[in-house]
């Protein structure tokens, strides 16, 4: 299908008082909505991953965009980015009004902060050196002491510019306040979803990492759809199946982490967004109970190892609450790779979502 087989509606605010610029949302939906009662579309609302600190509804989930003047750049290369995400076009071209919000997000921790900011000057340096330096020292006669303050300028830059992109990127929210944007955005999906041709009455929620964290302890633990105003059953009444991609189910496990000895993920991730004692409760696995909503879960053969033993356990405590609950492994595919190859030839990730989703929405119009 062609690019005009779809359309964006960009930057909705899900709250009626916008207390943070990520508080938006946007809207895929099929060219040609048909707002007839019996036509409606089923509806996605999608979470994006990041670590709870990373990322928005632009197209890369993982690095986020900055917007200069009227142009998103990618904030990793510096490249213009499509506005529109690849799993969100994909999902209005076969048929569905998909949402996807941006919400608060944590600050980076000091430690991964300075480590990475180190990281990438290095980097930096030995690229200027190696293309730069090296060949133009051929040309031109260059001191040591030239060389040297050249290198320690790009250090200078280098380190700069990541500690300004790891600060602009972050927030300083802390759970509960993502899934409390999550909740709002299923709220207004809810009341608002009709207006862009969805229907409200077959809301499937989704998301990759920390995206599927969120929707699945929205899903569990209904508190925080309460809070919004939203009774419980008005939300079983909408919201009918989740999607965890690649998702994170126990805090604790990925606080455990450690990556050459380090325990980065924890500074990185955990630490800057929960408390240790917030970890067993905004844990999705120990929140499993019965709950009408269908679960699918994908993991990638080559994902993170902790994030496969949250796979497999939350499956297992899903089954045992007796949630109806299928996993599936995306074979070659590791944590960035099952969202990043979508649309592309190698797209293993929306073959096995789109034949679910078709399933569960005939499962909820024959029930209706």
């Known amino acids: ?18 207390l943070h610029h990520k508080q938006h949302l946007d809207v895929y939906s099929p060219a040609e ?4 009662s019996n036509q409606l579309r089923p509806v996605v609302v999608f979470v994006h991953g990041g670590g709870w600190r990373r990322g928005d509804k632009s197209n890369n989930p993982l690095w986020g965009a900055a ?8 904030r ?10 690849a799993f969100l076009q994909a999902l209005a071209k076969a048929g569905y009004v998909a949402v996807i919000p941006s919400y608060r997000l944590s600050k980076v921790g000091i430690a991964p902060t300075l480590l990475l900011a180190l990281a990438y000057s290095l980097t930096l340096s030995l690229a200027v050196y190696t293309f730069l330096l090296l060949p133009l020292s051929f040309l031109f006669r260059f001191s ?7 290198l320690l300028g790009s250090l200078f830059v280098g380190f700069s510019a990541w500690l300004y992109w790891l600060e602009e990127t972050g927030g300083g929210a802390r759970h509960p306040q993502h899934i409390e944007d999550v909740a709002a955005t299923i709220k207004w999906t809810i009341e608002h979803i009709q207006e862009y041709g969805g229907d409200k009455s077959s809301i499937f929620l989704a998301g990759h990492s920390a995206g599927a964290h969120l929707v699945s302890l929205v899903t569990l633990d209904r508190r925080f759809i309460r809070e919004q105003g939203v009774h419980e059953s008005k939300f079983d009444e909408c919201v009918k199946g989740v999607i965890g991609i690649s998702g994170v189910y126990n ?42 909503q269908r679960f699918l879960l994908l993991i990638g053969e080559r994902d993170h190892a902790p994030l496969k033993d949250d796979f497999a356990e939350m499956i297992t405590t899903l089954s045992s609450a007796g949630v109806i609950v299928e996993g599936r492994e995306i074979p070659q595919k590791n944590h960035r790779k099952i969202m990043f190859d979508i649309d592309t030839s190698s797209d293993k990730t929306t073959p096995a979502i789109l034949p679910w989703l078709e399933k569960m929405v005939l499962a909820s119009s024959s029930a209706k």
Not at 144 to 150: A, K, Q, R, W
Not at 251 to 272: D, E, T
């Open 1 to 18: 299908m062609s690019e005009n087989s779809f359309r964006v509606h960009y930057h909705i605010p899900y709250v009626e008082e916008v």
């Open 33 to 36: 909505p048909d707002h007839t």
């Open 67 to 74: 917007r200069v003047g009227r142009v998103r750049v990618n």
């Open 76 to 85: 990793l290369c510096l490249a213009p980015a499509l506005l529109q995400s």
């Open 144 to 150: 040591t002491s030239n060389i040297v303050v050249l």
């Open 251 to 292: 805090l604790q496990r990925l606080h455990n982490f450690k990556i050459i000895g380090l325990p980065l993920a924890r500074w990185s991730f955990v630490s800057p967004a929960f408390t240790p004692e917030q970890y067993e409760a905004a844990s999705p696995t120990s929140r499993a109970t019965v709950v009408p």
